[in-house]
């Protein structure tokens, strides 16, 4: 299983995937499979065993244009990963990536061994479309998505496989009595729109508890401006069994994404712990919140939208919130997929 190269796993830096591969290594694990980790230098996964590999991060895919040229840097971490992987190949059935970067995908025909790529993000440029076309046309079912609706910013969704995620869900307490918090967690970056949730936490006047990486201090110090008396308290980048304990205590989480959101790790996180999600009606989010039963999708960038949502928490009972991710979004539910998933590569093959 082959990490991200923007950062090492544990860095916070590489976003849901850290979560991702971490939940999916120790699952397969659990069902018996033999697993090795290749990742940047300073890379921490307990219990997996870890390659560690230096070299340069790749830049952000999120942060270029659509029609960036493909760069790597000298001494690229991204192609020293996958030397690495060319060379022991043999001894594995099947090699996982989780980059979202157009090298392992070119090197896919030059590999005897199968590899699967998990895509994590939607459409981003012209250079990683066009790649990941090639792949899912020219190996079938080789291309992994976390929702139909990241599918479909491609133009060939229909040769994506859909994945969904999961969790280990025993590490997230649920808690029914809530504190009068609200919450935003993710990279704190543009894209992720902060703003609109700190300006909810204005107008309703529930402090907002947020957390995460503070990937664009810029972007943090402009909200810090903008917004000198809104009731906010930054909590850092908590480890899960952390974040899960703070997560728990508040009425709701707010997701505010201004692009496509593969997905919703945090999402998952915060139905676990029994606590409704807000979220605009946009990307992976619209597949996970059922809408009045375990949170509500509202209006996309309509802050307004949010606090009307948040008036009606109280329509929403917690326990259907931490029963929904028990049922779809377990570790065991997404083994199941991620194991057929392989099965069928290389039964393809
Ligand atoms: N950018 N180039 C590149 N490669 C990645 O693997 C990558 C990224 N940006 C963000 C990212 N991965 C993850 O944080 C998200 O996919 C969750």
């Known amino acids: 299983m082959l990490s991200t190269p923007v950062g090492a796993i544990g860095s916070g830096i590489g976003g849901g ?79 996982v990536n989780y980059a979202y970067d157009w090298l392992p995908l070119y090197l896919t025909p030059f590999f005897n061994t199968p590899i699967a790529h998990l895509i994590s993000m939607g459409s981003l440029t012209d250079a990683m479309d066009s790649i990941i076309e090639q792949i899912a046309t020219n190996f079938p079912q080789t291309i992994g998505v976390h929702s139909l609706s990241q599918a479909q910013t491609f133009t060939f969704a229909d040769k994506c496989r859909c994945l969904a995620n999961g969790m280990d869900l025993s590490i997230y307490q649920f808690c029914a009595r809530p504190s009068n918090f609200l919450a ?86 915060a139905l676990a712990c029994g606590v409704p999600v807000i979220a605009y009606r946009r990307g992976g989010l619209t597949e996970i919140v059922k809408d009045g039963e375990t949170g509500f999708l509202v209006e996309p960038d309509s802050v307004d939208g949010l606090v009307n949502a948040i008036k009606q928490l109280d329509q929403i009972d917690r326990h259907t919130c931490r029963q929904q991710v028990e049922r779809e979004y377990s570790q065991q539910a997404m083994g199941d997929r991620i194991e057929q998933w392989f099965r069928d590569i290389l039964a393809g093959r």
């Open 17 to 95: 995937v850290e979560l991702t591969l971490t939940n999916i290594a120790l699952e397969m694990i659990r069902r018996g499979h033999i697993v090795k980790i290749v990742a940047p230098q300073g890379s921490v996964v307990k219990s997996v065993p870890i390659v560690e590999i230096a070299g340069e991060s790749q830049i952000p895919a999120q942060t270029q244009t659509r029609a960036e040229p493909i760069v790597l840097p000298k001494n690229s971490v991204l192609a020293n990963m996958w030397d690495y992987a060319r060379q022991v190949q043999s001894d594995y059935d099947v090699i």
């Open 184 to 269: 935003w967690v993710g990279r704190i970056a543009p894209e992720k729109a902060l703003e609109d949730a700190v300006s909810a936490a204005k107008i309703t006047g529930i402090p907002l508890k947020i957390f995460g990486v503070k990937q664009n201090e810029q972007y943090w110090q402009d909200i810090c401006q903008k917004y000198p008396d809104a009731p906010i308290i930054y909590r850092g980048f908590l480890p899960t069994a952390e974040l899960q304990q703070e997560l728990g205590q508040c009425r709701a989480l707010l997701v505010t994404p201004r692009w496509v959101e593969a997905f919703g790790n945090v999402a998952i996180e």
